[in-house]
């Protein structure tokens, strides 16, 4: 028999696959194309990375904002929507204040992605950034591990009833819904409103009931998606303090026409 090769080489080198995120961070990181995306957006330069997910980036600008860069391409029109709707029945979303698409595309594998920069209100993170399910320490001050858990709870049920409403192809077909479907959305709603009764949570579930009753169900609404808002902004309506949704990513969308998304050239 032939010993299998070296398992950890192997096991590293699928580590290190670059991923869409990986490779816009590549993209991002010329100099001058930084200087370039910061004078597009007219927040402030481009600061410190506060981290990565799988399809995109997030780096701080001027407080209290940050920018989110993406290949999402659900992202992008997902919040020009959000951005459509009653400001205070959306208070459990960060607030945007930009939304553009840069160019040049960016080539991953055998393809060109689109991408978007979004500028949007700074969190402080629900979990803390490291591996594993880890409460931040505002998380632990404002809510306990008991709070933690009741809000870990109720939100991945949220999230289950999400996944089987987008499965089942609730978010395109509007005839008539299947049992499954009508279900799912009653699962959507009980969960967002169990989350409103948990205090720290009530803002998060009342815009997830809101969005869910008008149709709109975030697939992937996780507890690395959510943070605590840091900054009133007056400017902008003061909200209360509480969790809020801060990726509403990954969710098949009907709004990629919403609205006009502007493209700007960040190569030149
Ligand atoms: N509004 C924010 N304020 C501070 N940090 C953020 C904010 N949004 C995202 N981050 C950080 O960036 C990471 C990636 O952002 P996210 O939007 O979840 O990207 P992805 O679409 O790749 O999942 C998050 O896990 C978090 O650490
Ligand atoms: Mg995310």
Do not use: C
């Amino acid at each position: 028999m032939t010993l299998p090769q070296d398992s950890t080489v192997r096991h590293e080198t699928v580590l290190k696959a670059p991923t869409p995120a990986s490779t816009l961070r590549e993209w991002a990181s010329p100099a001058d194309r930084r200087v370039r995306i910061a004078k597009t957006l007219e927040f402030g330069p481009l600061g410190e990375e506060l981290g990565m997910g799988h399809w995109g980036v997030v780096y701080a600008l001027e407080s209290p904002w940050v920018v989110k860069i993406t290949v999402d391409p659900t992202e992008a029109p997902m919040w020009s929507k959000l951005g459509t709707l009653d400001p205070l029945l959306m208070a459990g979303l960060a607030r945007s204040a930009r939304i553009v698409r840069l160019l040049p595309d960016m080539p991953f594998e055998m393809e060109e992605f689109p991408v978007f920069a979004i500028v949007r209100e700074e969190a402080d993170m629900f979990l803390a950034q490291v591996p594993g399910v880890v409460p931040s320490e505002r998380t632990l001050q404002e809510l306990g591990q008991a709070g933690f858990n009741r809000v870990r709870y109720a939100l991945g049920k949220y999230k289950v009833n999400a996944e089987l409403y987008h499965n089942e192809n609730g978010a395109w077909n509007n005839v008539e819904p299947s049992v499954r479907v009508r279900s799912s959305i009653e699962g959507m709603l009980n969960y967002a409103e169990k989350l409103m009764e948990l205090p720290g949570a009530e803002l998060l579930g009342g815009t997830l009931y809101h969005l869910t009753s008008k149709g709109i169900a975030l697939r992937d609404v996780h507890l690395n998606n959510i943070g605590w808002r840091k900054y009133e902004i007056p400017e902008m309506g003061r909200l209360p303090s509480g969790l809020m949704v801060t990726d509403p990513g990954h969710t098949p969308t009907r709004f990629s026409m919403a609205r006009p998304i502007p493209a700007y050239a960040v190569n030149r």
